[in-house]
């Protein structure tokens, strides 16, 4: 009966895993990139586009977001606001986050080019994948 006991326990353990370290990376890396998707629009609204400093925020906004891919280990939703759902639907909410990566290579690219709508369509693109992981993967709380 002991033995049984220390078995569950010890099993338990292992399922449960500390998950704590990649839960607070991911929620920094969420607020950098908000803060750093609010200077993107701030650009656009200048009369004069700089471009100069589109280039390194996108390009930064791209790394975080491939950051994050690999945030999300299996088992991470507790005490986070995270949707189990996310792990029935690896390949979705993956895909999501790939094609916000791509919004942002495409606002660099855009800013060599200096290709304002260009631009605009992709940052638009990026909000709008905001919200749709946020209304399907994000627990209201
Ligand atoms: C592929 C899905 C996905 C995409 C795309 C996504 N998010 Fe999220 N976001 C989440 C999930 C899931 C959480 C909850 C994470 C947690 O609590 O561990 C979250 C949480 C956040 C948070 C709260 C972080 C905190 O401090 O707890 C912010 C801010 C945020 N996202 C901003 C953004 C912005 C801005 C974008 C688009 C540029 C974006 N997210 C795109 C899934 C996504």
């Not at 839960?23 to 586009?49: C, S």
């Not at 949707?83 to 690219?109: C, H, P, Y």
């Amino acid at each position: 009966m002991k033995k049984i006991g220390i078995v569950t326990l010890f099993s338990f353990s292992v399922i449960a895993a500390d998950y704590s370290q990649e839960i607070e990376t991911r929620q920094d890396n969420f607020q950098h990139l908000d803060a750093t998707v609010d200077l993107l629009d701030d650009a656009f609204d200048k009369e004069a586009i700089d471009w100069d400093r589109i280039m390194p925020l996108a390009q930064s906004a791209h790394l975080t977001v491939e950051e994050q891919k690999t945030l999300f280990p299996e088992g991470s939703a507790d005490n986070s606001r995270a949707r189990t759902k996310i792990w029935v639907q690896k390949a979705e909410f993956e895909g999501k986050f790939d094609t916000l990566s791509q919004q942002f290579m495409l606002i660099s690219e855009a800013a060599v080019e200096q290709d304002e709508e260009a631009a605009r369509a992709a940052l638009d693109k990026a909000f709008s994948q905001c919200r749709s992981c946020h209304m399907n993967y994000r627990s209201l709380w």
